[in-house]
C-alpha cells in the first residue's frame, strides 16, 4: 500500500512540473504525436545551440574512443609492470633465492625414516649419518650384546634380591615352576635365564631405534638401546635349554617353527612346533609379546617426537629466517633498482647537466642520489610485512617438507619449490582472509588468483632452471658465467610470464568493466541533461 502512494505522489508531482514533457502530453492518449517530438527538439536545440541528432558514426567514433583511453592506460600500466617484475624476479626467486637455496638438502632439514633408510645422500645432519653406519654395522655383522647382557643380568639379580624366602620362580612363557628361594638363595629345579622378550638382535637391527636413540656419541646410543631391552617390559624368566633354542628370533615366529633335528630325533616327530615341545602356554605367550612389543613401540614414538620436534622447530626457525631474510632484502634491492632506471630514463629524457664540467653537476648528482636513498627508505614498512609473511611461510614450509619426506624423498630442487610455492599460497589466502581496506570479496578473489599464478609460474621457472643450466655449460665461453646468465634469462623469462598472466586475468576482468564504466558515463551525461532541463523552465507551446 505504501509503494502505491509513494507512485501517486511522484505522478501528481510531474504532472505539476513545468520542466517535463510527460508522455502522456506527447501521446496524447494512445498515439505518439511526432509533430510534438520534433518541435520539442527543436526548441531545445534552439535553446542550447546543440544538434541533439547523433548519427551512428558517432556512437561508433566515442566508443573507439572510450576503449582506446581505456586500453592505453592499461598498457602503459603493463609496463610498468613488467619492468617492476622482472627486476623482482631476477633479484629475489632467482638471485637471493638461488643463493639461499644452495643450503638446501636432498630430503630436507630433517632426517625422516623414509629417508634414513634410504641411505646416507638423504640424511640431513653429521650425527644421524653416523647412526646410519652404526646401524648398518648392526644389520651386516654381529651385533654387540655385551652391554645388552649387562643390563638383563642386573635386572636378574634384583629380581632373585625381591623375592622372599618361599616365593617360586615361574617361567614366563610356560607357567611352569623352575625354582624356588629358600635360605636366601634360588635352589633351581632347572637353569633358568634372564631372556629378553624382543630380542637383542631384533632391537639392534631395527632403524627406528637407532636413528631415535638419545646420545652424542655411538656408545651413549648403544646404552640407549640397552635401557629399551634391559627393561622389565622386555624381560622374563625362563627355562635355559628354551631360551638357547629361542636365541634372536622372533618369539611368535620360534613358538610356531619345527623343532630342531636333536629335539625332532628325540621325539620322532618332526613336524612338531616349540611350542608343543616346550608346552608354551599360548595365551601367557600372548601376552608377554604384546606387553614388550608394544613398550618398544611406545619409547620408539616418544623418542621420535622428542627428537625430530625439536629439530623442526629449530630447522623451521632458520628456514623461516632466512625466506623473511630474502623477501625483504629482495624488495630493498628491487626498489633501488627500480629507482635508479627510472632516474637513468630522466636523465635520458631530460638531459642530466649543460656539461660534466658544470658547478651544477654534483649536486644534481647528489639530488637524483638522494631520491633513490628516500625511495628505497620509505619500503621499510614494506619489507617489514615481506619479512613477517617470508618468515611464516618459510616455517610452514619447512613443516610440509617434513611430512613429505616421511612418505617420498624430495630433491634439493623440489625444497626450494614447496619454499617458493608456499609463499605464494600463503600471500594468497591472507589477500583472501585479510583483504585491504575498501577491497570487495570479488577483488580479493582476483588478486589472489593473480598471486598463486604467480608462485605456479616461478615454481616452473624454478624447474626450468636447471636445464637452462645445462645447456649454457655446455658452451665453453659461456660456462664461467653461467649462474649469472642463467638467472637474468630465468629471472626475465619469469618475470615477464607472470606479468603477462596477470594482464591476462586484469584483461578478463577489465573487458566487463568497460562496458560498466561506460554505463556509467552514460548515465552521468544523463544525470546533467536533467539537471540542465530542471535549471532551464521550458515552454512546450
Same mark, same amino acid.
Given at each position: ?240 635349554? /628354551? ?187 591472507? /589477500?583472501? /582472509? ?108
Amino acid at each position: 500500500m505504501e509503494r502505491v502512494e509513494r507512485y501517486n505522489k511522484r505522478k501528481n508531482k510531474l504532472n505539476q512540473s513545468e520542466n517535463l514533457i510527460l508522455s502522456s502530453k506527447i501521446k496524447g492518449g494512445k498515439v505518439v504525436d511526432y509533430n510534438l517530438l520534433d518541435n520539442t527538439l527543436k526548441k531545445l536545440e534552439e535553446t542550447y545551440n546543440t544538434d541533439f541528432n547523433i548519427s551512428s558514426t558517432e556512437v561508433k567514433q566515442f566508443l573507439k574512443k572510450f576503449q582506446k583511453d581505456f586500453h592505453e592506460e592499461r598498457f602503459n600500466k603493463l609496463v610498468v609492470d613488467c619492468k617492476n617484475e622482472v627486476i623482482q624476479s631476477i633479484v629475489t626467486p632467482f638471485g637471493l633465492g638461488k643463493i639461499v637455496a644452495a643450503y638446501d638438502k636432498a630430503g630436507g632439514n630433517v632426517t625422516t625414516l623414509h629417508n634414513f633408510e634410504k641411505g646416507k645422500d638423504f640424511i640431513a645432519t653429521d650425527e644421524d649419518k653416523a647412526k646410519y653406519d652404526e646401524w648398518q654395522n648392526s644389520v651386516n655383522s654381529n651385533v654387540d650384546r655385551k652391554v645388552h647382557d649387562i643390563k638383563k643380568d642386573e635386572w636378574k639379580k634384583q629380581e632373585y634380591k625381591n623375592m622372599k624366602d618361599g616365593d617360586i620362580v615361574i617361567d614366563g612363557y610356560t607357567g611352569k615352576e623352575l625354582g624356588i628361594k629358600e635360605n636366601n638363595r634360588i635352589n633351581k629345579n632347572n637353569s633358568i635365564h634372564g631372556e629378553h622378550i624382543t630380542s637383542v638382535s631384533e632391537i639392534e637391527k631395527d632403524s627406528k631405534n637407532h636413528l631415535y636413540a638419545k646420545g652424542d656419541n655411538q656408545a651413549q646410543r648403544l646404552e640407549d638401546r640397552a635401557k629399551i631391552s634391559g627393561d622389565k617390559e622386555n624381560l622374563t624368566l625362563i627355562d635355559g635349554g /628354551m631360551n638357547s633354542s629361542k636365541s634372536d628370533n622372533d618369539l611368535m615366529d620360534w613358538a610356531n617353527s619345527p623343532i630342531s633335528k636333536e629335539h625332532a630325533k628325540e621325539t620322532g616327530n618332526p613336524n612338531m612346533t616349540n611350542a608343543e615341545y616346550y608346552e608354551l602356554n599360548p595365551e601367557l605367550l600372548k601376552k608377554k609379546y604384546d606387553k614388550s612389543k608394544s613398550f618398544i613401540k611406545n619409547e620408539q614414538r616418544k623418542k621420535q617426537f622428542k627428537k625430530q620436534s625439536k629439530e623442526a622447530t629449530i630447522t623451521s626457525v632458520k628456514e623461516g629466517f632466512k625466506m623473511g631474510t630474502q623477501q625483504a632484502l629482495g624488495l630493498i634491492i628491487s626498489e633501488f633498482f627500480t629507482a635508479l632506471f627510472d632516474e637513468i630514463i630522466d636523465i635520458y629524457k631530460k638531459g642530466f647537466s649543460n656539461d660534466f664540467e658544470d658547478k651544477q653537476f654534483f649536486i644534481i648528482l647528489r639530488e637524483r642520489l638522494a631520491r633513490i636513498g628516500k625511495r628505497v627508505q620509505a619500503k621499510w614498512k614494506d619489507a617489514a610485512i615481506v619479512f613477517k609473511d617470508g618468515f611464516i611461510s618459510g616455517f610452514i614450509s619447512n613443516l610440509v617438507t617434513l611430512m613429505i619426506n616421511m612418505f617420498v624423498t624430495t630433491g634439493k630442487r623440489v625444497v626450494r619449490i614447496i619454499r617458493e610455492g608456499i609463499f605464494s599460497l600463503f600471500r594468497a589466502v591472507k /589477500m583472501l /582472509m585479510f583483504p585491504p581496506e575498501n577491497m570487495t570479496y570479488e577483488e580479493a578473489m582476483h588478486e589472489s588468483s593473480k598471486l598463486l599464478a604467480g608462485g605456479i609460474i616461478i615454481s616452473l621457472g624454478v624447474l626450468l632452471e636447471e636445464y637452462v643450466d645445462k645447456l649454457i655449460k655446455t658452451t665453453p665461453i659461456l660456462e664461467p658465467y653461467t649462474d649469472t646468465i642463467t638467472t637474468i634469462f630465468i629471472g626475465t623469462l619469469t618475470g615477464l610470464t607472470v606479468t603477462m598472466t596477470a594482464y591476462y586475468l586484469d584483461k578478463k576482468r577489465d573487458d566487463k568493466q568497460l562496458f560498466k564504466n561506460l554505463l556509467e558515463a552514460t548515465n552521468e551525461d544523463i544525470k546533467q541533461i536533467n539537471s540542465s532541463l530542471q535549471a532551464c523552465k521550458l515552454v512546450v507551446l
